[in-house]
């Protein structure tokens, strides 16, 4: 079974400018849960998908938004991009909101 | 809101010493996941827990729901250079609308 995956792997932007990234879960999988994760610093939930419905959502502002499609494939989508916003983005699937969740390689994300 | 309290921040070893970490929670837990991270990489599962008092072993990695329902301990037995990486511990309680609440991490460096 192919594991979780993430497009683009690497990604350099402008300060103001826009970005999506994408995750395919595991076939089967049902939650997608996004994740941001800076040098040196732990997973800050941004927030989680089931079945095309935010379920839970992270403390993070407005720019930063997602969506997921009825196959399951999710994106995330961050506008007017800051140089804080340069991280390791995680997306992780699990069956159901309540089980293990597995992870993508992530999306590397440099603002300039 | 929930906190998870892992330690210790990071543990300098040499190989073939055991290695132990916990994390404590602040409210009780139904689910305990232990992950370890490469660098550049995703996190990946490495051991589940689901009952208080379960113990579970992966290999040289023996992790612990604890009684309490609050905290959890993963060891490490004869480390090797390839344990090097930070470890995560994550779970979910009670209120937590199945959201995964993580630990800060533990970093493992063999020592020269």
């Known amino acids: 079974k192919a594991g979780v995956t993430q497009t683009p792997r690497y990604l350099i932007k402008t300060r103001g400018q826009q970005v999506t990234l994408s995750c395919s879960p595991i076939s089967g999988h049902r939650s997608v849960s996004w994740y941001q994760q800076t040098p040196g610093q732990g997973l800050q939930f941004l927030f989680e998908?089931?079945?095309?419905?935010?379920?839970n959502k992270g403390n993070f502002p407005g720019r930063f938004s997602g969506r997921q499609f009825s196959n399951s494939r999710s994106e995330m989508n961050v506008s007017t991009l800051e140089l804080g916003d340069s991280a390791l983005y995680l997306c992780?699937?699990?069956?159901?909101?309540?089980?293990?969740?597995?992870f993508g390689p992530g999306t590397r994300l440099t603002v300039l | 809101g929930q906190q998870l309290n892992q330690s210790p921040q990071s543990m300098f070893i040499q190989e073939g010493e055991d290695v132990s970490m916990n994390c404590t929670s602040s409210s009780i837990f139904n689910t305990w996941l232990w992950y370890k991270q490469d660098p550049g990489e995703g996190p990946v599962l490495l051991i589940a827990?689901?009952?208080a008092g379960e113990l579970t072993s992966n290999g040289r990695l023996t992790a612990q729901f604890g009684i309490t329902r609050k905290d959890s301990f993963l060891n490490i037995s004869a480390s090797i250079p390839s344990d090097v990486g930070i470890y995560f511990c994550?779970?979910?309680?009670?209120?937590?609308?199945?959201?995964?609440?993580w630990g800060a991490g533990t970093k493992l460096i063999i020592k020269p």
């Open positions: 992780a699937s699990s069956v159901s909101s309540y089980n293990e969740q597995f």
């Open positions: 994550a779970g979910q309680g009670e209120d937590s609308n199945y959201q995964l609440i």
């Open positions: 998908y089931f079945s095309e419905t935010q379920r």
């Open positions: 827990l689901y009952k």
